[in-house]
């Protein structure tokens, strides 16, 4: 690395806190790219919360401010928004237009109009934009994505994916279950859909039936409980504060049929309403066999059943991919370039996996690499994920392209409109 970027996160609150440890991840490992200078938000108390955990990690302490204008006079080059997806799309614009280089939390946007919003600026502004989509950096789908690309299944005919399970429990903070703040198959469901297409290529259509199972969630944290979901360890601060229980407005269950345009079919299982016996399974079935990929960030194995062979899943399966290796980031967080699996706690390959989004973040804003999660897959994952919710209320199947160009936004418009939004 050829010079420090001076950094800020904006949006100090659970998110930004997990993007701050894949910072002090990369050190770990002798990477210095990154400067933080500022740890922005109107909440001081959040900022106060990042800086103060930065200086105990890095040793300098980022200065605590609570808006852009305060940020532009510390000389910042670029910017992680780690905010609710809400305000993404006001504040990326203006980061955008300040000339910042910019990596901006999933979903890209709360609807595909803000998405779109964010789009057209990353275009008329000479800055980078980035989203960060970390399950795809996971070195076991980098290893799915080179077995696939290899040829190893043959020719892919079929996904499942199915996710299940969640009863009535809050997923990290009360807003994920908010229509307004874009929902927890919006937030969740980008992962998935980003992950589908770095696999297969881009959906085509999708016929999708949704629901909202669960009207009422409760958050065990507010009465001194565990919290059942609290990634990293770092919400349960936050988590205390919110309602022990609250009304769901956005839909918790998605059931869809998905067509890719390379001619993959594709059932799509998203309920976080879920009881009894909880269900995980990605996998893809092709022309010479099917490969079952285990769940993101996991460190699990993928398991290889090709037609007249024995299962495949340990080591041999890189003797099929001789030219798989990873980059040298993920290499050195993970302690090897042609990984089969890894055994870290969940806490840490979090860490790992955000601190790979900020390697290729550097890389490309010192000319030395493209982003690999712009602006356009960053609408795409979002626009999968609402095709889903259009095609249930129009009771028809849509296609994504529709999703993107505005032509169907049915589902969407009550959140545009509540945003002020009215057009791009």
């Known amino acids: 690395m050829s010079r420090q970027i001076r950094l800020a996160i904006v949006g100090c609150g659970g998110m930004g806190h997990r993007h701050l440890y894949g910072l002090a991840e990369l050190r770990r490992i002798g990477w210095e790219g990154f400067d933080l200078v500022g740890a922005c938000d109107p909440v001081r108390e959040n900022a106060a919360s990042l800086a103060n955990q930065a200086a105990r990690d890095f040793g300098t302490h980022p200065a605590v401010v609570g808006d852009l204008d305060e940020l532009a006079a510390l000389g910042v080059e670029a910017v992680s928004v780690t ?10 614009v203006e980061t955008l237009n300040r000339g910042w280089h910019t990596m901006v939390e999933k979903p890209m946007g709360v609807t595909v109009r803000a998405c779109n919003i964010i789009w057209r600026a990353a275009e008329k502004n000479n800055a980078i934009l980035s989203v960060a989509e970390n399950y795809r950096r996971d070195p076991i789908n980098r290893l799915a994505k080179a077995l696939l690309d290899a040829g190893v299944i043959g020719e892919p005919r079929f996904l ?6 969640g009863r009535d429990q809050m997923i990290i903070t009360a807003w994920r279950h908010q229509k307004n703040q874009g929902g927890i198959l919006l937030d969740v469901g980008v992962h ?65 049929t998905l067509t890719f345009k390379s001619g993959v079919v594709g059932q799509y299982v998203e309920d976080h309403a879920g009881y009894g016996q909880g269900i995980w399974t990605r996998r893809i079935h092709g022309s010479r066999g099917s490969m079952t990929l285990p769940q993101d960030r996991s460190g699990g194995t993928i398991i290889l059943n090709i ?37 870290f706690p969940f806490s840490e390959t979090d860490r790992k996996n ?71």
Not at 160 to 165: A, F, N, T
Not at 320 to 330: N, S, Y
Not at 385 to 411: F, H, R
Request: aromatic letters at 8%; glycine letters at 8%; one cysteine or more.
């Open 83 to 92: 905010t609710t997806p809400r305000y993404h799309h006001t504040l990326v």
């Open 160 to 165: 499942l994916h199915h996710s299940v399970g």
């Open 192 to 256: 998935f859909t980003d992950m589908m297409e770095y696999l297969l290529g881009e959906i085509d259509t999708v016929y999708g039936k949704t629901r909202l199972h669960e009207r009422t969630r409760k958050n065990p944290a507010a009465k001194g409980g565990s919290p059942k979901n609290n990634p990293s360890r770092v919400y349960e601060q936050w988590q205390k504060q919110m309602p022990a229980e609250f009304e769901a407005t956005a839909e918790d269950a998605a059931y869809a």
């Open 307 to 343: 037609e007249g062979e024995d299962v495949c899943d340990d080591e041999r399966m890189l003797n099929l991919v001789p030219d798989f290796h990873l980059d040298t980031i993920t290499a050195g967080l993970f302690g090897g370039d042609r990984l089969w699996r890894y055994q």
């Open 354 to 424: 955000i601190a790979i989004e900020y390697g290729n973040f550097a890389a490309s804003i010192l000319g030395e690499g493209d982003v690999e999660v712009d602006a356009e897959q960053g609408t795409r994952s979002v626009a999968v994920s609402y095709a889903m919710l259009e095609s249930n209320e129009i009771g028809l199947p849509v296609s994504v392209d529709e999703v993107i160009s505005e032509k169907v936004k049915y589902y969407q418009q009550e959140i545009n409109n509540s945003l002020g939004i009215l057009s791009v």
